[in-house]
């Protein structure tokens, strides 16, 4: 061949010669990045895998929803009481003479639940106690206990439960010194509504009574046997664990 044509058949086979390896190359590149792929997806997909695994435990181990462990609160509303039988020196005497319509100021509610189902409750006479030393200028206290149960698991719970309280009372004016006090029997029964969270409630409750009490002044001293019944709107906020 004439180096003319040596000439002419590399200047046309170069390129073709270029073309291939390119293309060979292309091919071997797609292949190999291909497989990096498949190999980096596979290593992902390991890592989210034991990641979720160790972020979500097993539903058995789910840790329990945090429970009711301490309520404050406040109850207040209408009541009605009223003295049926009385006694005195020498003298026994009933009838209804004594029946009251009252209001029952805040009060302090303090509730301890052990286990949740089951509550201690306090109620405390306060704003009671205040009025009556401000404007009655008399020592009023009165405390009730509650060993309540507490039934449901939704919002709605159904709680109630019996109890026992005292009351105390002195005042004193112009006729002289008077001082009495009372051992009460006590229940309440009511509809407890709660937040999603269960941090608080408001309660609808019925909380009738029994009672005895001792009052004497100057020349007289009397026992009564009465009853009566409050309907009391309470509010409380909880704290959780």
């Known amino acids: 061949m004439s180096t003319i044509g040596k000439i002419r058949a590399e200047i046309v086979l170069q ?5 291939t390896t390119s293309r060979e190359a292309a091919r071997l590149a797609t292949v190999i ?25 097993a539903r058995g181990d789910e840790p329990p929803p945090p429970r009711r462990k301490y309520g404050f609160g406040t109850a207040q509303g209408p009541n ?14 009933s009838g209804t003479d004594a029946a009251l319509i009252g209001l029952t100021l805040p009060t302090f509610e303090l509730q301890v639940f052990a286990p949740e189902l089951y509550s201690i409750d306090l109620s405390t006479a306060v704003s009671g106690t205040v009025f009556a030393a401000g404007f009655d200028r008399a020592l009023y206290f009165t405390q009730d206990v509650y060993f309540t149960f ?15 309280g005292f009351t105390t009372a002195f005042h004193e004016d112009d006729r002289g010194a008077q001082n009495g006090g009372s051992m009460r029997f006590v229940s309440q029964v009511g509809l407890e509504l709660l937040t999603k969270n269960e941090a608080f409630g408001f309660r ?10 001792h009052v004497q ?15 009391h709107f309470a509010f409380f906020g909880y704290f959780r664990q």
């Open 80 to 93: 009605i009481a009223s003295a049926t039988l009385w006694t005195a020196p020498g003298r026994v005497g």
């Open 15 to 19: 390129p073709l010669h270029r073309m």
């Open 217 to 231: 002044s100057l020349g007289d001293e009397r026992t009564f046997a009465s009853g009566g019944f409050a309907q």
């Open 150 to 164: 507490h039934l449901g698991r939704g919002l709605a719970r159904f709680v109630g439960g019996p109890g026992i």
């Open 33 to 57: 990045s291909a497989g990096d792929i498949a190999r980096i997806g596979v290593h992902i997909a390991a890592i989210v895998l034991v990641a979720l695994t160790q972020a979500s435990p």
């Open 204 to 213: 609808l409750l019925g909380r009738p009574w029994i009672e005895v009490t």
